[in-house]
């Protein structure tokens, strides 16, 4: 695109047609959640075609044929789990936290599907989820004497352009969160991992 085409005003349609791609790409693997976010709040505050082309710069023009992901199981039965980092999530996934806890950070994962469905038993547990900001989520679960908290900063609003992350089942006895930002503890902990992965560097002559 010429210097000047970079320069005219972006349209409604564009910038759907780069939050699309952006879907896309990230139910092919090759954004995580973390990163479809960034980029799609860019993309929506985006004015010109040039600030979008940029966005989806590095994202091939077709998508490659998708193999059909299995569903996971994560079991947490007077136990803990926890996921962090870099790992898939498959579009259905169990997961039963039975006097057990069950922590999930979204923040670097991928997916392979526009829909997420996650089908939770908790019982005298508790699940807690963090996902990246602008993330859509939508808690169906029942709860029977349990507690349910749930702080997303909602800085853009819900979107067929966005994946979803529907959560049903039941929770019994138990309690569910899900945010978008760490708490005050993860936040301490992940300081502390950063600075140990730092390479040593030798100062002795």
Do not use: H
Request: aromatic residues 2%.
């Amino acid at each position: 695109m010429s210097e000047q085409g970079a320069e005219i005003r972006a349209s409604d349609a564009e910038r759907e047609q780069t939050s699309s791609a952006l879907r896309e790409a990230t139910v092919e693997g090759r954004l995580t959640l973390d990163e479809f976010s960034e980029r799609y709040l860019l993309a929506q505050q985006a004015r010109s075609r040039g600030e979008l082309d940029a966005i989806v710069r590095d994202l091939p023009a077709r998508s490659a044929p998708q193999r059909q992901a299995v569903p996971g199981k994560l079991s947490a039965i007077f136990s803990g789990v926890e996921r962090s980092g870099a790992w898939r999530l498959a579009p259905r996934t169990s997961i039963s936290a039975i006097f057990g806890s069950c922590k999930l950070d979204l923040r670097k994962a991928t997916i392979s599907s526009e829909l997420i469905e996650m089908d939770v038993r908790v019982m005298f547990g508790s699940l807690d989820l963090l996902v990246p900001e602008g993330v859509d989520v939508d808690v169906e679960a029942a709860s029977i004497l349990s507690g349910r908290e749930i702080k997303l900063s909602q800085t853009s609003a819900a979107s067929d352009l966005k994946p979803l992350i529907r959560i049903t089942g039941t929770v019994v006895c138990g309690s569910i969160n899900v945010r978008d930002a760490p708490s005050l503890s993860d936040r301490i902990r992940e300081s502390i991992t950063a600075m140990l992965d730092q390479p040593r560097t030798n100062t002795q002559r």
